[in-house]
């Protein structure tokens, strides 16, 4: 299987609207939960028992190159720092993952660095206030996917198809091979089971096994969005 893992360069970190410049590391939020002990005489096994508790939303960690003589939003930074003046905050991940971390932060230390034999740098935490959001921006998917059988032609759309809904069950009885046809004319790539296919055109014949369930798996994905999948079952009981 291909990995889906991308590279963390280009991530960029706004607060108050504007990108902070020449960062080099951004990490966060680490969120975290209290849990409540309810462990009582009654418990299991003698196993202790907990419930959740009160979340906190962590802690925002930046690294950069200290240029506060070329990036006024540094400046302006340490400015609220000062304050005390909360922010909103915006992680933005590299453009193919579509992602963002959205949060109102309160920045609890700044620290410039002057090395004699290195860069001058800084680093930052912004502790978080509330819940923080991630946010990711998904493919459309498609507008219709129909599985057609090789015997008795098509057979129900896939049931009362819907654009959140990710799982489907169809009946396949006396049906010896099936066709996926995916429509979704936004997408830029379409696989039924791993090979590519074009919108509105069947895939290739997938076969059946009698007395089981074939599993189909459709993935629809658009440039710079993250993809959509559906699982199809596809039930033989012929």
Not at 27 to 56: C, K, W, Y
Not at 158 to 173: E, F, L, M, R
């Amino acid at each position: 299987m291909t990995t889906a893992a991308v590279s963390g360069f280009g991530t960029t970190l706004k607060w108050n609207g504007n990108t902070i410049a020449e960062l080099i590391s951004i990490s966060g939020p680490n969120q975290s939960m209290d849990p409540i002990d309810v462990t009582n005489h009654d418990s299991s096994n003698a196993f202790r028992e907990f419930l959740a508790g009160i979340r906190d939303g962590g802690e925002i960690s930046i690294e950069g190159n200290w240029i506060p003589h070329s990036d006024s939003d540094q400046v302006v930074m340490n400015t609220d720092f000062q304050a005390g003046t909360s922010r909103e905050v915006i992680i933005t991940l590299p453009t193919s993952m579509a992602t963002t971390w959205t949060a109102t932060c309160l920045i609890t230390a700044i620290e410039p660095s002057y090395p004699f034999d290195d860069k001058i740098g800084f680093s930052a935490t912004l502790k978080i206030s509330g819940k923080p959001t991630l946010g990711v921006t998904s493919a459309t998917g498609p507008t219709g996917i129909v599985v057609t059988g090789n015997v008795s032609g098509a057979l129900s759309e896939v049931p009362d198809y819907a654009a959140g809904t990710y799982i489907y069950s169809v009946d396949g009885s006396s049906e010896a091979s099936v066709t996926v046809t995916v429509t979704a004319a936004g997408a830029n790539t379409i696989t039924v089971n791993g090979s590519s296919v074009t919108t509105g055109v069947p895939s290739s014949a997938i076969s059946l096994t009698s007395g089981a369930i074939t599993t189909i798996t459709v993935i629809v994905g658009e440039t710079n969005k993250a993809s959509k999948t559906y699982t199809i079952r596809v039930v033989d009981g012929s």
